[in-house]
């Protein structure tokens, strides 16, 4: 059923993730990432540089069995659900690496210089894939470590669709909402994450 009558917001997983990095380290600098997420100013630097030449590569088959996991998959998928808030609707997206709708495997590929899998366990990511794509069962974070241009390690953390999904989807934007509306910044917010297309 539509909900035409109030305003829809976007969320998606890279917003709600900034919003826990901020969460975790308070700083200056995370606080002022948070506020160019959520106006969607996305600024590039050497590692997402890095990062989107790395993914280009490994779907061009350059990088061995990280590319062959990957190969001939649907991938660069776009995801999207609309959920009643009240007063508001928000509607979560996000476009995915890669889909094996067979083995209802998601495959996102990352690119790091140090591997440490606590960022995976915090991360809604694969939460969020999860959720917009119901029939997938398992997420899997592939993340290629190493400094500069050379990888040195190769790391697959899988996730599970856990029973309480919904739950848990729905919990951390209403702590993101509370966080906005304390903070002041939820006029900023819903300024310039408006949804301005039908909503279903």
Known sequence: MEQT????????????????????????KAFQELKDT??????????TKRGIKFEDEVFA??????????????????????????DFNIRISGKLDAIDETKKRIYDVKRVDKFSEDKYDNSVQHLYYLYLFPEIEHFYYLVASGKGD???????????????LQKQVFDSITEFINFLKDNNLWELYTSTNKYKGKVK
């Not at 959520?38 to 590692?47: A, D, E, L, S």
């Not at 088959?61 to 660069?76: A, F, N, R, T, Y």
């Open 150 to 164: 050379v990888v040195d390690g190769f790391h697959v953390i899988e996730k599970s669709r856990p029973d309480d």
């Open 38 to 47: 959520i106006m969607r100013v996305f600024k590039t630097n050497k590692y």
């Open 61 to 86: 088959g350059k990088h061995g069995k990280l590319s062959e996991l990957v190969k001939d998959l649907p991938s660069q998928k776009w995801g999207s659900v609309t959920l009643d808030f009240g």
């Open 5 to 28: 009558n109030k305003p829809t917001y976007k969320v998606s997983p890279t917003l709600i993730n900034s919003y826990r990095y901020y969460k975790e380290n308070k700083s200056e």
